[in-house]
C-alpha cells in the first residue's frame, strides 16, 4: 500500500484571466509533490488580495462571505482527503477533485478505457477492414500504457481530462529508457495514442487534444536488403530439412513478387490468373491497404509455384504456397541465413525491400511500376523502399562513361 505524507490546499490568483478589474480565484491541491488545480468561482479585485495568506484582505462583508467560502472549501477537501485516507487506498488528486466538483467517476471516460473501446471495435473488423497484425499493435500500446501509468502514477487508469503535453512526453521516456524501444518504433506507438484520443475527440468525450503539440518524427534508416549475389546463394542451396526448403522458396517468391508476409499467406490457387499479356499474374488486394496488387510472375517465381502446384496446401487448403506463421518463418529464416553465411538478419520484409530495390529499380523498372506493383498509395512510400545499391551507380555510371566516350570521339571526327 502507498501511503500519502504531504497534503495541502493553498488559494492564489490568476491575474492573467482578469475581467472588468477582477481576477479569478484558484485553488491548487498539492499531494507528494503533485498538484492540480481548480477555479473556486470566485474572483476580486487584485488589490484586495494578500498573496502569501491566500486569502482577501480586510472585514468588508465581501472579504468575510468570500473568506469563509475559501475556508469551507479546504475543510472540505481535507475532509475528502482523510476519507480516502482512512479506506487504505491509493489517493489520486483526480479523485479529490471530481469529489468537491461533484463529478462522478462514471461519468468521465479514461484513456485505458477509451483505448479498450478502440480496440474491441477493431477487433470486430478484423478480415473486413484490418488485418489482425493492426489490432495486435494497439493491444501493444495498451499494454504499454498500462504499465506506464502503474509505474508512474501508480495507477490503472486516468482521466482524458488529465492528460497533458507532459504525459504524451514522459510516455515517450518511458518507452525509449525503461523498455528500450526504438526511436521510430516509440514514433508508431505514440501515433496511435493520438488517433484514440481523435475518437475520444469526436466522441465528445474530450474537447481538444492534449497531445495536439507533440510531433512526431521519424529518423531515417537504412533498410536491409540482399544482393544478387545473396538471392543466388539462397537459390542454388540445397536444402535437406523440408521446412527450411519450404521457407527458403517462400522468401524467395515474395523477392520476385514483393509481397509481404500477410499477403503471400493469404494467396490461393484461384489468384494465379493469365494476364493480358498471356502470361501468368496474380491479381489480389493488399491487406495493409486493400489497394489492388496486380503482379505479374518473373520466371523464378513461376518456377516456385511449378514446385508446389502439386503440394497438400493447395489441394487440401487451397494455399498457394505452405506459409507458416510470421514467428516460425523468420526464427527459420535466421537459420536459413547461418546455413547460407548470409550476415544480414533475415526477415520476411527484407524480401519486399530486395523486390523493390534489387530486383526492380536496380533494373531500371520505373518507380511509378515499382509502386504500383507493391500496392502503395502514394509514390512518397515507395521512396523509403527504393535503396539506389552501389552496383546501380557503377552500372549507370559506367553507361555515362561510354557515352561520353561515343560524343567525345565525334567530336574528334568533326574536326
Not at 531515417?220 to 521457407?247: G, H, S
Not at 487448403?317 to 507458416?324: A, D, E, G, I
Request: glycine share 4%.
Amino acid at each position: 500500500m502507498k501511503v500519502n505524507h504531504t497534503f495541502s490546499i493553498n488559494y492564489w490568483l490568476y491575474r492573467s484571466k482578469a475581467k472588468n478589474g477582477k481576477a479569478p480565484i484558484y485553488c491548487r491541491i498539492t499531494m507528494n509533490g503533485q498538484r492540480i488545480e481548480m477555479s473556486v468561482k470566485r474572483s476580486i479585485e487584485p488589490s484586495k488580495w494578500v498573496v502569501g495568506a491566500g486569502m482577501v484582505k480586510g472585514v468588508s462583508e465581501e472579504a468575510r462571505t468570500i473568506n469563509n467560502y475559501l475556508d469551507a472549501i479546504k475543510a472540505d477537501l481535507y475532509k475528502k482527503y482523510n476519507q480516502l485516507l482512512i479506506l487504505g487506498n491509493p489517493i489520486y488528486l483526480e479523485d479529490i477533485k471530481n469529489s468537491f466538483l461533484g463529478n462522478k467517476k462514471e461519468d468521465k471516460k479514461g484513456l485505458i478505457e477509451v483505448f479498450t473501446y478502440h480496440n474491441d471495435q477493431m477487433k470486430a473488423t478484423i478480415g473486413i477492414e484490418v488485418v489482425k497484425a493492426t489490432h495486435t499493435k494497439f493491444e501493444t500500446v495498451k499494454k504499454k500504457l498500462t504499465s506506464f501509468l502503474k509505474e508512474q502514477y501508480d495507477k490503472k487508469e486516468i482521466y482524458l481530462d488529465d492528460l497533458t503535453n507532459k504525459f504524451i512526453v514522459d510516455f515517450e521516456y518511458y518507452l525509449k529508457v525503461e523498455e528500450k524501444i526504438a526511436h521510430n518504433t516509440v514514433m508508431k506507438y505514440i501515433r496511435n495514442v493520438k488517433k484514440v484520443i481523435n475518437i475520444a475527440i469526436a466522441n465528445e468525450w474530450l474537447t481538444k487534444n492534449p497531445f495536439s503539440n507533440f510531433k512526431c518524427s521519424t529518423k531515417k534508416v537504412i533498410r536491409e536488403i540482399l544482393t544478387q549475389a545473396e538471392i543466388n546463394e539462397l537459390t542454388n542451396k540445397n536444402f535437406e530439412i523440408t521446412r527450411l526448403d519450404e521457407v527458403r522458396d517462400i522468401f524467395l517468391f515474395c523477392c520476385y513478387t514483393g509481397y509481404a508476409f500477410v499477403d503471400v499467406e493469404a494467396l490461393t490457387t484461384d489468384d494465379v490468373v493469365i494476364g493480358i499479356d498471356g502470361v501468368k499474374w496474380i491479381h489480389t488486394n493488399r491487406k495493409k491497404t486493400g489497394t489492388q496488387s496486380n503482379v505479374p510472375l518473373l520466371q523464378p517465381a513461376l518456377r516456385i509455384l511449378e514446385k508446389y502446384k502439386n503440394h497438400h496446401c493447395q489441394e487440401i487448403q487451397n494455399r498457394l504456397l505452405p506459409v507458416k506463421s510470421n514467428q516460425k518463418m523468420n526464427a527459420y529464416l535466421k537459420e536459413i541465413a547461418t546455413v547460407c553465411n548470409i550476415k544480414k538478419p533475415l526477415t520476411m520484409h527484407i524480401a519486399r525491400h530486395t523486390f523493390a530495390t534489387t530486383i526492380t529499380l536496380s533494373n531500371n523498372v520505373p518507380i511509378e511500376t515499382v509502386s504500383k506493383l507493391l500496392g502503395h498509395t502514394k509514390l512518397a512510400t515507395t521512396q523509403i523502399y527504393a535503396q539506389v545499391l552501389d552496383t546501380k551507380i557503377s552500372k549507370d555510371m559506367l553507361a555515362l562513361s561510354k557515352q561520353l566516350e561515343v560524343t567525345e570521339n565525334i567530336l574528334k571526327k568533326a574536326k
